[in-house]
């Protein structure tokens, strides 16, 4: 027979050398830096078993193709934040 989750249980994960603590709970999963208060990755138990999770991990993952595919290469400029700059105006 399994334990009920009842209350946090945590403990301490390495990805890449980074240390996280990860805590379980009755309400679901969230991924903290070591020594940080705001947790970087939340995931609630109902969201992974509707499939919202699934659909929001492809969702970031399309933009950040996007993202990483519309950005001007290094060393070229772009016309369009000059032009955006406030003009002097005389006081």
């Not at 050398?17 to 990860?22: A, C, F, L, R, S």
């Not at 020594?35 to 993952?61: I, T």
């Not at 990483?68 to 934040?81: H, V, W």
Request: glycine share 8%; aromatic share 2%; net charge positive.
């Amino acid at each position: 027979m399994a334990t009920v989750l009842d209350k946090e249980l945590k403990r301490q994960v390495t990805v890449d050398g980074v240390d996280y603590t990860i805590t379980l709970g009755p309400e679901g999963i969230r991924l903290t830096g070591k020594g940080k208060r705001k947790s970087e990755v939340e995931l609630r138990w109902r969201d992974l078993l509707s499939g919202e999770a699934a659909m929001a991990v492809a969702l970031n993952a399309s933009l950040a193709t996007r993202q990483t595919a519309t950005r001007p290469e290094a060393g070229q400029s772009s016309n369009r934040s000059n032009s955006r700059l406030p003009k002097n105006r005389a006081r």
